[in-house]
């Protein structure tokens, strides 16, 4: 009889964790996978047993970066930044949350309405309406220990440019301000994840080029296009100072109409100051990132181009 009573038991207890496993399984947002972190005793105290940070202390109630706010328990996307507003009350304040990504529960007061985390049910504050705070009407008022924040990937752009030797090249458009990156590689070939022998086999047809990643809040295509035209030397025909062949032709690969009209217009006004220039505009198209030993060249050895140097060639 005993026996029969503990298997009673041990299947209850089965059938409710796998009830509560469900429960957590609807729980989730958007597809994101909880991993819940270990929390410190004051993040405890707010989050699992539903407490409140003191009033203007807490690390967000006056911070303003662009960025997501997550839950610091299990990492699931609450707010957006671009829902945030200074409400006076001294905790980050929230005129809307993320799709799904709050739930409303009775507050044990019997007057207030908790929100919580709808991922891992965490304790994030209160929900209040017809304040009048703003067009919303809703201020989800958060505890900012209950939250990370995230902040938004700077908007970025890619340019390319071939201009003799990629070294050179790609060292002058790391130092300029604005970009996060500049990579050596292969552009304009056939042939598929070529490598530098074969390139300068000249039997690829490709250049070797770079590839800038920039913020265009930061430095324009039109700065960066100037830049290429002082580096190297538009107006010879496939070289560039002592590197003679295909591979070293210069060209402006643009990656749109508007990137193609803004070194169409460049070269029309260095032709307007008497020089031919020789540099082709051609679509970007497959870029392939050269071999490891070609990146950061001149960084890694510790000196400077022998066949890149700024000529300013334009007057303004």
């Not at 590197?243 to 169409?264: C, I, K, L, P």
Request: with cysteine; hydrophobic share 35%; charged share 25%.
């Amino acid at each position: 009889m005993m026996r029969h009573h503990t298997l009673v038991m041990v299947l209850v207890a089965g059938a409710a964790i796998l009830v509560l496993m469900m429960a957590k399984a609807e729980t989730m947002v958007d597809g994101e996978e909880e991993t819940m972190r270990q929390l410190t005793a004051e993040e405890a105290r707010v989050i699992l047993q539903k407490g409140t940070e003191r009033a203007f202390t807490g690390e967000y109630w006056d911070h303003h970066e662009d960025g997501t706010y997550r839950c610091r328990q299990c990492g699931a996307t609450l707010f957006s930044s671009g829902h945030k507003f200074d409400s006076g009350c001294g905790w980050p304040s929230f005129d809307d949350a993320e799709p799904g990504a709050v739930k409303e529960v009775p507050d044990a007061d019997g007057r207030r309405t908790e929100i919580v985390c709808a991922a891992c049910g965490g304790h994030l504050g209160h929900v209040f309406r017809g304040e009048g705070l703003t067009p919303a009407d809703t201020r989800h008022c958060v505890n900012s220990i209950s939250m990370t924040f995230e902040p938004a990937s700077p908007p970025s752009e890619k340019a390319y440019f071939a201009g003799g030797c990629f070294w050179g090249v790609e060292f002058w458009f790391e130092k300029e301000p604005g970009v996060s990156a500049a990579v050596s590689g292969y552009m304009g070939g056939g042939t598929e994840r070529p490598s530098y022998a074969e390139v300068c086999s000249g039997t690829t047809g490709h250049v070797e080029s770079v590839e800038v990643t920039f913020d265009p809040t930061v430095v324009s295509y039109e700065t960066l296009a100037r830049l290429f035209f002082e580096i190297h030397d538009p107006t010879q025909v496939e070289r560039q100072g002592p590197d003679v062949g295909t591979q070293y032709r210069s060209v402006v690969f643009y990656a749109s109409d508007e990137q193609r009209q803004v070194a169409e217009s460049l070269i029309a006004r260095l032709e307007e100051r008497g020089y031919n220039v020789a540099t082709r505009l051609e679509p970007a198209t497959t870029f392939w990132r050269a071999e490891d030993y070609h990146q950061d060249y001149y960084t890694h050895k510790g000196s400077t181009p022998y066949c890149h140097a700024r000529v300013r060639r334009f007057s303004d």
